[in-house]
T-cell receptor, first 115, second 117 residues
Framework: AQSVTQPDIHITVSEGASLELRCNYS??????LFWYVQSPGQGLQLLLK??????LVQGIKGFEAEFKRSQSSFNLRKPSVHWSDAAEYFC?????????????FGTGTKLQVIP | EPEVTQTPSHQVTQMGQEVILRCVPI?????FYWYRQILGQKVEFLVS????????KSEIFDDQFSVERPDGSNFTLKIRSTKLEDSAMYFC???????????????FGQGTRLTVV
């Protein structure tokens, strides 16, 4: 069964510092991998996605993520965090091309940004 | 850009009442989903729907829940007799699902916040 692990429930970084949010997945085939961001009381916004090809993917708001098959990881990074990045971040895994199966979410990492 | 639309954005209902949450998926999508997020918790899968039938459901999706695509554009989630623990944000999502479609991610609506009192 597919699963996603986000080991960090809560992370605090200073504004301007770099950020890395960890994500490990378990999936029987080559999955789609996603990162979503959710501001308090809001919906889910897709930051970036990985299907195939270059293992370093660029997303919106200056975020990037690197797929490492050997480690079953898809960590999210940002070189310099802004106060507006404070939100909850969800890693998710989805079915390969054409599959109907659900997208499975990790438990989320809540990011706090301090001045 | 096409988007998934959910209505209402917030609904308050009394325990034991029936509620219907409405979603308009993206028009050429084939797969539809409902997810639930209890406040402060993870996003949980409820049900997936394809070709006018449920293709997968979670243990959360018991007999109190049902889904329907009544008119080819709307996708609804009905909770027959709401309980306090049904209070959550409910997200609808849709995907193209077409084989080898590179835009195969799920597009999520903004959610309906259901409060059961």
């Amino acid at each position: 069964a597919q699963s996603v692990t986000q080991p960090d429930i809560h992370i605090t970084v200073s504004e301007g510092a770099s950020l890395e949010l960890r994500c490990n997945y378990s999936y029987g085939a080559t999955p789609y991998l996603f990162w979503y961001v959710q501001s308090p009381g809001q919906g889910l916004q897709l930051l970036l996605k990985y299907f195939s090809g270059d293992t370093l993917v660029q997303g919106i708001k200056g975020f990037e993520a690197e797929f490492k098959r050997s480690q079953s990881s898809f960590n999210l990074r940002k070189p310099s965090v802004h106060w507006s990045d404070a939100a909850e971040y969800f890693c998710a895994v989805g079915p390969p091309l054409g599959g109907y199966q659900k997208v499975t979410f990790g438990t989320g990492t809540k990011l706090q940004v301090i001045p | 850009e096409p988007e998934v639309t959910q209505t209402p954005s917030h609904q308050v209902t009394q325990m034991g009442q029936e509620v219907i949450l409405r979603c308009v998926p993206i028009s050429n999508h084939l797969y539809f989903y409902w997810y639930r997020q209890i406040l402060g918790q993870k996003v949980e899968f409820l049900v997936s729907f394809y070709n006018n039938e449920i293709s997968e459901k979670s243990e959360i999706f018991d007999d109190q829940f049902s889904v329907e695509r009544p008119d080819g554009s709307n996708f609804t989630l009905k909770i027959r007799s709401t309980k306090l623990e049904d209070s959550a944000m409910y997200f609808c999502a849709s995907r193209t699902g077409r084989f080898r479609d590179v835009s195969n991610e799920a597009f999520f609506g903004q959610g309906t916040r259901l409060t059961v009192v």
